[in-house]
């Protein structure tokens, strides 16, 4: 069974860092793209950024270079570094796996997204003002 567990969240004060990680387990680390996508309080689930097969990374339009994906195929590990943190990033951060079947993720509006195969359970980021 595929499993993707996201760890390293937690209290930040705003303006500070953190950096996320997701450890996959039973799935072909190579041959899948790995996403991140949050979900704020009472707001629908949104993509963050995602990571190719090829190393290609995209982001949000809306985070302005503050995020940075990276993965160590070695390890089967995905990260999500987010620096000058707002209030507004407070979210459950999700890891994401997909390229099985067609998917799609609109980077300008990033609540436009299908075709994500694996999802992680979350881990929790609270950004205090």
């Known amino acids: 069974e595929v499993q993707l567990v996201e760890s390293g969240g937690g209290l930040v004060q705003a303006g500070g860092s953190l950096r996320l990680s997701c450890a996959a387990s039973?799935?072909?680390?190579?041959?899948?793209?790995k996403g991140w996508f949050r979900q704020a309080p009472g707001k629908e689930r949104e993509a963050v950024g995602c990571?190719?097969?090829?190393?290609?990374?995209y982001y949000a339009h809306s985070l302005k270079g503050r995020f940075t994906i990276s993965s160590d195929n070695a390890r089967n590990t995905v990260y999500l570094q987010m620096n000058s943190l707002k209030s507004e990033d407070t979210a459950v951060y999700y890891c994401?796996?997909?390229?099985?079947?067609?998917?799609?993720?609109?980077?300008?509006?990033?609540?436009?997204?299908?075709?994500?195969?694996?999802w992680g359970k979350g881990t929790l980021v609270n950004v205090s003002s």
């Open positions: 994401a796996a997909m390229g099985r079947s067609a998917w799609h993720i609109s980077w300008s509006d990033p609540h436009d997204y299908y075709g994500i195969n694996y």
């Open positions: 039973e799935l072909p680390f190579d041959e899948y793209h």
């Open positions: 990571i190719t097969t090829h190393g290609d990374t």
